[in-house]
């Protein structure tokens, strides 16, 4: 019969851009002789939009465990178990019984990281551990700000710096939110996700951004730093699920075992430069990153983190009507 397409060689992986390392997938190709495919997607509202279309043609999807709940319950991922895997005995204690994947049923850590600031400290000299550089911008970074457009990160932030909680319904807290960010937009040059080369390049001062970038632009640009805001900040984690319609369901499998073992880990995170959950995957990574101030959360800020929520509906509903007004 030929003509007929073999899936048994291939994996298809979609994922967040700029967020694989080569040599991991190459390592991986070598070791079980699959030809692997990824495709990019710039947010998690991109990533489920497709899923829910189906047809996809992918195996892995990389969500941020805000969403992987609502994966779960629309029943677009594939029970594939990694807590009962060969490697899970290398996921850290505080990422292996997650309240987003009790028991690690379907998903398997990728990366984790915060959210906050990064500065250009050439041109702002003052103090970088607030959302003021972003809500209340001072006038030497006016027309220079960037925000990554993520609408949980961007709106929780918001919140955090009018007083109120992560996931909130009050009405008037989301008011003061949603007017602190109106107020705030006119101040900002763009809503962007490539705030890696945009600060390298000297094209943004400052940006609402995630750790791993900011560490990123320091290694080329020193004078740039990540700050953790005071009003406080999130971390966040991506972990790597599988699709129910995969085809390729035992490569798949292959593939999250794999990156449970700290050397591939690790080779994952020299390339995208955030934290992985695997414990001993630090031993295998080069000095910078073990010792990284963006990675490594300094103690006086470790106060003012908070692990990201899954918000119910409704409050989602309120949080897209803000967003909605921001991105007018």
Same mark, same amino acid.
């Given at each position: ?141 006016? !027309? ?55 600060? !390298? ?128």
């Amino acid at each position: 019969m030929t003509g007929v397409a073999h899936a048994e060689g291939e994996l298809n992986i979609y994922n967040w851009g700029n967020y694989t390392s080569p040599k991991l997938i190459k390592k991986f190709e070598e070791q079980y002789k699959v030809k692997v495919t990824i495709t990019d997607y710039d947010s998690n509202d991109t990533a489920l939009a497709k899923a829910r279309q189906g047809g996809s043609g992918f195996d892995i999807v990389v969500p941020s465990q805000t969403y992987l709940p609502i994966w779960i319950k629309e029943g677009l991922l594939l029970e594939t178990n990694p807590g009962q895997m060969e490697n899970f005995k290398n996921v850290t204690p505080e990422w292996a019984n997650p309240d987003f994947d009790p028991g690690r049923k379907y998903s398997v850590p990728w990366a984790w990281g915060t959210i906050g600031v990064v500065v250009n400290t050439d041109t702002y000299k003052g103090d970088i551990n607030t959302w003021d550089i972003i809500f209340k911008t001072p006038d030497e970074l006016k !027309g220079k700000v960037n925000v990554v457009p993520e609408m949980k990160d961007v709106v929780t932030a918001a919140i955090r710096y009018v007083g109120g909680e992560q996931c909130t319904g009050d009405r008037q807290v989301l008011r003061k939110a949603r007017d602190l960010l109106t107020a705030a937009k006119p101040n900002w040059i763009a809503m962007e996700y490539n705030a890696i080369e945009k600060m !390298g390049a000297g094209d943004f001062k400052a940006s609402l951004t995630w750790n791993g970038a900011a560490l990123r632009t320091r290694l080329a640009r020193p004078e740039i730093h990540y700050g953790y805001p005071k009003e406080g900040f999130t971390y966040w984690s991506d972990n790597v699920a599988v699709l129910k319609e995969a085809k390729n369901v035992d490569n798949a499998k292959l593939f999250q075992n794999f990156i449970m073992d700290p050397e591939n880990a690790a080779l994952n995170s020299v390339f995208h430069h955030y934290a992985n959950g695997i414990a001993g995957s630090e031993k295998f990574m080069p000095a910078e990153m073990r010792d990284a101030p963006e990675i490594v959360v300094p103690a006086e800020a470790k106060a003012h983190g908070t692990v990201a929520l899954m918000c119910p509906p409704e409050v989602d509903v309120l949080y897209k009507k803000i967003w909605t007004e921001l991105r007018k």
